[in-house]
Structure formats: structure tokens, C-alpha cells
């Protein structure tokens, strides 16, 4: 299979003043195209800070990170912008919705970036499949966290990613509406060959995917096909 996501002997060391503190220790692993993957550990075992070095949001310290046939660690800050515009569909842990700009702009930014001529009727259809139709002229200060996480959905979504990343995607949602987002994921995957990368506590969510990543203390301690039932 075509890889997607080579990690190549990665490591994050976050240093202040005399202290280092070493996040990501020598982590090694591919995605293949199409595969979806979970990402599980305890808190603070490195999940978010891997995901944001796959993803191109942030460098590691060493190590060497290719997405896409594209090594990361030689591109400038801009240049990994326009990678990750071309390749990367992000949810992120905490929303990072633009606070100024309602939903349904929040969702059209990825699509004007690239040009899309259709973009507000795209992003209202992209908002409708997350349940949030109704919502669309709200600020994210006006909406619940489940309903921000929502929109970061549609956001990612919106530039038709080859390789979405998802940190915790139904972390605060109630179960009905976390099977909703966790088939549109699945169904993404299904219908545009998008691949997953799933960051979860979810054991169920995680049983779904190909494969399982195990991170503990900035290590991975197991990589391996769940049993399906
Ligand atoms: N910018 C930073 N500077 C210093 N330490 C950091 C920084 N970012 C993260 N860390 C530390 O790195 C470790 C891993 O953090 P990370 O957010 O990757 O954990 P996580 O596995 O995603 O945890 P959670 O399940 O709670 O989201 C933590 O101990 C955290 O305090
Ligand atoms: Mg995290």
C-alpha cells in the first residue's frame, strides 16, 4: 500500500531554561492511504503534540516527519501552511473556531483559501450534515462546546482532506450525536478514500478503526490490528 504518513525516528523535546522535558521520544510509524487509525494513551502521554508533528501544525525536535511524499522539517512555516491547505483536514481538541467570524464563516475560510466558488453554499450543506443548519449565522461564543466541536467538523471536512486528523472528535458530545459525527468520519473515509487519524479514549470508537496506536509516556508501546467482533 502507498504510505501517506511516514515518521521517521521523531522526537519533541520542549526545553525551559535549564529543564527539558522530553514530550515524543523516537517515535516511529506509516499510514498507509486510506487506513484509518486511533491514536489512544493516558493524558499527557504525548497524543495532541504527535498529532500536530503529523499534521505539520508544529516541528519536531528530530526525526523526520514526510505527509504525502512531502518532508516537513526542511519547509518554512508558510510552506507547511499550503501543505497543510492541500492535504490536511484538522480537528483540533480545543475547536480553534475564529471568534470574530460565525460558523458558517469559520467553515468557508479553508474553502476561500482555496478558491472554492461555491463556498457559503458548500460550508451550509457541510453545517446541515453536522446538525447545525439552524446555526450557522452563530458565533462560537453563542454555541455550546459540543456545537463548536461541530463546526470544527465542517471546517475540516470542508477542503475535502486526504488525510483528516481528529483530537478527541467526540470528546464532548452525548452518544446519540457522537455516533453521528463518528459515521460522517467513517463515511468520509468510505465514499472519498479519505485517511483517518483518530485521537480517542473511546475503546469502541478506537475497535473501528485498522489499527490502534498505543502512546504512553511519549512512546509507543503497542501498533496493532484491533480483533473485530
Ligand atoms: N508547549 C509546551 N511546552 C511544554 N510542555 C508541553 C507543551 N505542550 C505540551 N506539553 C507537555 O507535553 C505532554 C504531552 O502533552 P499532550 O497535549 O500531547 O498530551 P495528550 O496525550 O494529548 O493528553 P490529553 O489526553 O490530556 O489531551 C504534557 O506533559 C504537556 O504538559
Ligand atoms: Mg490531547
Request: charged residues 20%; hydrophobic residues 40%; glycine residues 8%.
Amino acid at each position: 500500500m502507498e504510505s501517506i504518513l511516514d515518521i521517521k525516528n521523531v522526537s519533541k523535546i520542549y526545553k525551559s531554561g535549564n529543564h527539558s522535558l522530553t514530550v515524543l521520544n523516537d517515535i516511529n510509524f506509516s499510514i498507509s492511504k486510506g487506513e484509518t487509525v486511533a491514536i489512544t494513551g493516558p493524558s499527557g502521554s504525548g497524543k495532541t503534540t504527535l498529532l500536530g508533528l503529523c499534521a505539520g501544525l508544529d516541528r519536531a525536535s528530530s526525526g523526520s516527519v514526510v505527509l504525502s511524499g512531502v518532508a516537513l522539517d526542511s519547509l518554512s512555516e508558510d510552506e507547511r501552511a499550503a501543505v497543510r491547505n492541500q492535504y490536511v483536514g484538522f480537528i483540533f481538541q480545543n475547536f480553534q473556531l475564529l471568534p470574530t467570524l460565525t460558523a458558517l464563516e469559520n467553515v468557508m475560510v479553508p474553502l476561500e483559501l482555496r478558491g472554492e466558488k461555491n463556498s457559503k453554499a458548500f460550508a451550509l450543506d457541510l453545517l446541515a450534515k453536522v446538525g447545525l443548519a439552524d446555526r450557522a449565522d452563530h458565533y462560537p461564543v453563542q454555541l455550546s462546546g459540543g456545537e463548536q466541536q461541530r463546526v470544527s467538523l465542517a471546517r475540516a471536512f470542508s477542503n475535502k482532506p486526504a488525510l483528516l486528523f481528529a483530537d478527541e472528535p467526540t470528546g464532548n458530545l452525548d452518544a446519540e450525536t457522537s455516533e453521528k459525527i463518528i459515521k460522517l468520519l467513517f463515511d468520509l473515509n468510505k465514499d472519498a478514500g479519505t485517511t483517518l487519524v483518530i485521537v480517542t479514549h473511546d475503546l469502541d470508537l478506537a475497535a473501528r478503526t485498522n489499527r490502534i496506536i498505543k502512546i504512553k509516556g511519549g512512546q509507543i508501546i503497542a501498533n496493532e490490528t484491533p480483533q473485530h467482533a
